[in-house]
RNA sequence: CGGAAUGUAGCUCAGGUGGUAGAGCGCACGGUUCGGGACCGUGAGGUCGCAGGUUCGAGUCCUGUCAUUCCGACCA
């Protein structure tokens, strides 16, 4: 049997076998998460927390970079909160989890555990903003929120999750609108340039947009099995919620306006997201920018050789060290290298370095590459260097494979029929015209269960009818099954 | 929230027609090993998801409940 072949880890089902299975497999075996005695909650397990907060740092960084401060709101919300704008409370009441008795006494109003805090950050900054002076204001909060969702899935849906949320209030609904697109173009310059993940950007359709925004825009992210999940959203929100809230301030005309607000988000949805586009059958692949180890050196040989072998495999680990490159040594004399090899690939690292007898005589590791499996000698000399070069070339190299599967899965479709063809067969993303009536994409999901994810930015073609009902078609949009 | 399936050791699972709980892997200790999950020996580990019921007796039968997975309706 060709080494690639092997199964090295058992106990995990084959993606090809079954993609579901495979997710949670990993996820455990990995020790990313467990589940919690909760229904729809999981504990995200340390190697997975540590992953989300190398997110949150390279992202709020970011945020800061453009003039943002965090702040922390309550968990709470009266429910006279979420009444205030009808849309909003029509969109998030059925996930709600209602605080009704507290202290041993019946609560003189409900409060509800958040969903997300337009609401709460509407009714603070109403009291907040009274000049132009005030604008723009420009918070963000890392939170957890909860949404009692019907079908839950570790990472990607559960009851309870981690994200952060921007809130922002501006004096112009231009401020407004470029605030909006300036933290969608951060999320994708994250997701992509960090996360190795290709996105495609775009509007939501109205019936996927968030309830009480004006406008979501989002990026679109597409999993190994074919289906689009999304990774971040930004919400134009207008003046809904100043209205609702009452979130005026006086202008230079001395004339009191509503400000214009926008709201803007990511998960802890990402960390699934980063199983979905790279892992493979052996387990985690994490892109070297992301990993919080990016090499493992493994010294190999028996009691005799081995004191040598390790003097030797410690140089290159303190040189690696002070090259900055985040390097673990695993000189464990009590487990096999092979139970190494499959552990540490199970957990994604990008690089393994090999160091044994032979290759002391040769002056010489062995590296192994987590992303495509070679494997290849490396003189001892030089291989600092040779590391940082290849660090650099798996994040390029996971980011094009995952592009590459992006663009081979997605298609354009003329007509409906085309369209469901398309989905059933190869999944992915499917371009199409659609007029702009709400039942003709609705059309589109009860033909396939594929539900329109976008109205790209930049189509690669421009569809000249609607797929549904055949009319000229206003936008071209993206469908696809999603998570 | 509907339909289906599952729940026995840390993990994977076995336990006809009811009779008082097993294996492999893992774990602990000792020794031998070390280039793709090494080997030998000894040992620890179980309210059989939970609650009722039937029975002299329930892992096994009945009812309920909780959780997980998959498929649908709703969603970061």
Same mark, same amino acid.
């Given at each position: 049997m060709a080494k690639q072949d092997k =199964?090295?880890?058992?106990?995990i089902t084959p993606q090809s076998e079954d993609f579901s299975r495979w997710y949670i497999d990993v996820l455990q075996k990995a020790e990313w998460m467990d589940y919690a005695p909760v229904r729809g909650c999981i504990v995200i397990r340390p190697d997975a927390y540590e992953i989300w907060e190398r997110c949150q740092r390279e992202l709020d960084r970011e945020f800061k970079r453009t003039g943002h401060r965090n702040a922390y709101f309550p968990l709470f919300i009266p429910e006279s909160f979420f009444e205030k704008e009808k849309e909003h409370v029509e969109g998030f009441n059925p996930e709600l989890p209602w605080v009704t008795e507290a202290g041993g006494d019946i609560l003189e109003e409900r409060l509800a555990v *958040?969903? #997300? +805090?337009e609401t709460m950050f509407g009714h603070m900054y109403a009291q907040w903003? =009274? +000049?132009? *002076?005030? &604008?723009p204001l420009l918070l963000n909060q890392w939170a957890n929120v909860v949404r009692w969702e019907k079908r839950t899935l570790p990472? &990607? *849906? @559960?009851s309870e999750f981690l994200w952060q949320e921007g809130h922002t209030a501006h004096a112009t609904e231009e401020e407004a609108r470029e605030e909006t697109m300036r933290m969608l173009g951060i999320y994708a310059d994250f997701v992509e340039s960090f996360l190795a993940i290709p996105v495609i950007r775009g509007q939501k359709t109205p019936s996927e947009k968030?309830?009480?925004?004006?406008e979501t825009y989002t990026i679109e992210s597409l999993m190994k099995d074919g289906r689009a999940l999304q990774t971040a959203t930004s919400h134009y929100l207008g003046q809904n919620f100043a209205k609702s809230f009452e979130i005026q301030y006086l202008d230079r005309d001395n004339q009191l306006k509503y400000v214009y607000t926008t709201s803007w988000g990511m998960s802890t949805r990402i960390l699934g997201a980063i199983v979905m586009v790279h892992g493979d059958d052996r387990g985690l692949v994490l892109p070297p920018k992301l990993a919080p180890t990016q090499v493992v050196i493994v010294p190999i040989g028996p009691a005799k050789a081995r004191e040598a072998v390790v003097a030797k495999a410690r140089d290159l680990f303190e040189a690696l060290q002070r090259a900055g490159v985040r390097v673990h040594m695993d000189d464990r004399d009590d487990v096999s290298p092979g139970w190494k090899f499959n552990e540490y690939e199970l957990r994604g690292v990008p690089i393994r370095i090999e160091i044994g007898p032979r290759d002391l005589e040769a002056s010489q590791a062995m590296f192994a590459r987590r992303d495509t499996g070679e494997k290849f000698a490396v003189p001892l000399d030089g291989a600092v260097e040779r590391v940082q070069a290849l660090l650099s070339d798996i994040q390029r190299d996971m980011f094009d494979a995952a592009k590459r599967r992006l663009e081979e899965n997605s298609h354009v479709a003329e007509s409906l029929q085309q369209l469901v063809d398309l989905i059933q067969t190869k999944r992915g993303f499917v371009l199409a015209g659609w007029c702009g009536d709400e039942a003709c994409e609705r059309a589109v999901k009860d033909a396939c @269960?594929? #539900? +329109?994810?976008c109205i790209p930015f930049h189509p690669p073609a421009h569809p000249?009818?609607?797929? @549904?009902?055949?009319?000229?078609?206003k936008h071209a949009v993206w469908f696809a099954k999603s998570y």
């Open positions: =199964q090295f880890v058992k106990e *958040r969903p #997300t +805090s903003i =009274q +000049s132009y *002076r005030d &604008l990472f &990607l *849906r @559960t968030f309830a009480g925004a004006v @269960t594929a #539900t +329109s994810r000249e009818t609607c797929v @549904t009902c055949g009319k000229p078609a």
